[in-house]
């Protein structure tokens, strides 16, 4: 295949320099990790079942509109704003809410038993981490790393969890940084560690350029003036484009949109070539 054939997958939105970047920061669900593939599937029925004991609740297909909705919106940002939010709606709907805090946990425990055989067969190694990971994602990294690229991690989900699925997935060696939400979460976001890496390396934007599947980290590179790549792996096929992240993710300002890593020889050239 030629390399412009190649360039059929990707779909360039806005033209930006190639070549200059030294760092790079990745997004991990989604991005990387598919782990948590699915979490959506527990995230919204849950909501669903707590907004449906309300007292003034909308009919069931409404309020799993409602859900998605605003369960997509903050995708992206740290699990407790999904919290924050449903305590918001069950308050709005005359109901009673908990902590956002113990929404979290329930969640996390909802989701660890979906994901407890994913985590058992890495740990076990009976499966490679590559099973668990976006095509081509494990690859990418280490070959940036390798042309010197710093590359930093920073996920929206408790930092325990990704430290640990990161270590999994066997990419702390290629990392200068692995970032996590923290219980204190106001003290967190992807926003504070694209700031702190462009100043503390006081980088001008075309030398930062991040690659996720959400429009958080989207948005927060733009407002930097890096440049966003947009991947909008189907998460669940692991081939090909889901059409709804990729429209998000444009709408959100990606510069370039990539369907995964598969092509990663392509893929290294490209971001390192100023030439092409
Ligand atoms: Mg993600």
Request: glycine share 6%.
């Amino acid at each position: 295949m030629t390399d412009s054939n190649q360039l059929n997958e990707f779909e360039l939105i806005h033209p930006f320099p190639c070549g200059n970047f030294k760092f790079a920061l990745f997004d991990f669900d989604g991005t990387i990790s598919l782990i948590r593939e699915g979490w959506q599937k527990i995230m919204v029925p849950m909501m669903i079942e707590l907004l449906l004991q309300t007292p003034h609740h909308e009919d069931e297909p409404e309020i799993t509109l409602i859900t998605k909705k605003f369960v997509a919106e903050l995708t992206g940002k740290q699990t407790i704003y999904q919290m924050i939010r449903l305590a918001e709606e069950i308050s709005k709907r005359g109901g009673t809410p908990l902590e956002p805090l113990e929404y979290k946990n329930e969640y996390n425990e909802r989701l660890l038993k979906r994901i407890k055989n994913r985590i058992d067969d890495l740990e076990q190694k009976r499966i490679t981490p590559e099973t668990m990971a976006v095509p081509g994602s494990i690859e990418f990294i280490k070959q940036l790393h390798a042309h010197n690229i710093q590359c930093f991690l920073a996920s929206g989900t408790d930092e325990k969890y990704v430290l640990h699925e990161a270590e999994l997935l066997g990419l702390p060696p290629y990392f200068a940084g692995i970032f996590g939400a923290q219980d204190d979460y106001k003290n967190f976001s992807k926003q504070i560690v694209i700031d702190g890496i462009i100043k503390k390396y006081s980088l001008s934007g075309d030398e930062f350029i991040s690659f996720g599947d959400g429009y958080v980290e989207i948005e927060n590179t733009k407002s930097v003036s890096g440049i966003a790549v947009g991947v909008a792996t189907n998460e669940a096929e692991r081939l090909g484009i889901d059409e709804w992240k990729r429209n998000r993710l444009i709408a959100a300002g990606a510069d370039l949109i990539i369907p995964d890593f598969h092509r990663t020889d392509f893929l290294v050239n490209y971001f390192l070539n100023q030439n092409h």
